[in-house]
């Protein structure tokens, strides 16, 4: 099993050289464990330091960053090698050490989504979004790439923006077996505000600057979404792997990106299906 790295808060107001230009981040919990920084407030690799927000203290379920998969889908054991690690699903999301909440922030109203799959099509997936009440915002089923590895997940122009200033649960739910519980990781997202300053920032910021920006400032959704485009556009580039492994996903951070992932029609078997036991709408 992946080891996942707990992260510890405390309060700070963390800063960065990005470049010529000085960043001040807002007042923010830094991330700390091991192999600290011989500052404890931050949290780093390489030139980045990710520091994360305080966390809502009335958030509910903390959430679940990875999925086993003990029994695994119908043909998942001809697919896998090997070697691989027993993780199965997990979200590209931080863990926060005290509560063992999933919880990343962004300032966009429709965020990118992410997530590491060793299930692979035929198996049907489904993405559900709801507000902090348990309503519905959105759900889609997905379908799933053919080969294992990282996806994304966006929400598209035709779902409702999400709201500044509130808290999302998200789920991604892996439909392996008939008459059995999905395998899911679920957690929450949180949209913040953007503050007048980081916005200027971020308008005269280069690609690499923009992520180490997003990232002193606790924005962790946005920050790995252009370090994941700086990755295709050049798979050296260290600002991917480097916020996986702040994160203690090191063990991820060389994984593909794959193309994914289109939704399936609306008459697709998932949306008809019968409620399987143990198998909650969540």
Excluded at 30 to 47: E, F
Excluded at 65 to 92: D, I, M, V
Excluded at 110 to 122: C, G, K, L, N
Aim: proline share 10%; net charge positive; glycine share 6%.
């Amino acid at each position: 099993m992946l080891p996942v790295q707990k992260i510890k808060l405390t309060l700070a107001i963390s800063c960065a050289i990005l470049s010529c230009t000085q960043v001040q981040a807002q007042p923010l919990n830094s991330l700390s464990g091991q192999n600290q920084s011989p500052d404890p407030s931050r949290k780093s690799h390489g030139s980045l330091t990710f520091a994360a927000p305080p966390p809502p203290e009335d958030i509910g379920e903390p959430g679940q960053r990875s999925e086993a998969g003990s029994r695994g889908c119908f043909n998942l054991e001809r697919q896998l090698p090997s070697n691989t690690q027993k993780q199965q699903l997990a979200a590209l999301v931080p863990v926060y050490s005290d509560s063992a909440l999933v919880l990343g922030t962004t300032i966009s109203a429709a965020p990118t989504f992410w997530f590491y799959t060793s299930y692979v099509a035929p198996v049907p997936a489904k993405f559900v979004l709801r507000n902090k009440d348990g309503g519905l915002v959105y759900q889609t089923d997905v379908a799933l790439p053919q080969t294992r590895g990282i996806i994304s997940l966006s929400l598209p122009k035709t779902a409702p923006p999400l709201s500044v200033g509130r808290q999302y649960r998200w789920f991604l739910k892996i439909y392996c077996r008939e008459q059995e519980p999905p395998a899911f990781v679920d957690g929450w997202i949180q949209i913040n505000p953007l503050d007048p300053t980081l916005k200027e920032q971020l308008e005269k910021a280069t690609p690499r600057d923009r992520v180490a920006l997003y990232a002193v400032n606790g924005l962790w959704f946005d920050a790995l979404t252009v370090a994941a485009q700086l990755r295709r556009r050049n798979p050296n580039n260290p600002s991917w792997a480097e916020l996986l492994q702040v994160i203690g996903l090191n063990e991820l951070a060389i994984e593909p990106i794959v193309e994914c992932c289109s939704t399936t029609k609306a008459n697709s078997p998932i949306k008809r299906r019968v409620p399987r036991t143990g198998d909650v709408d969540i």
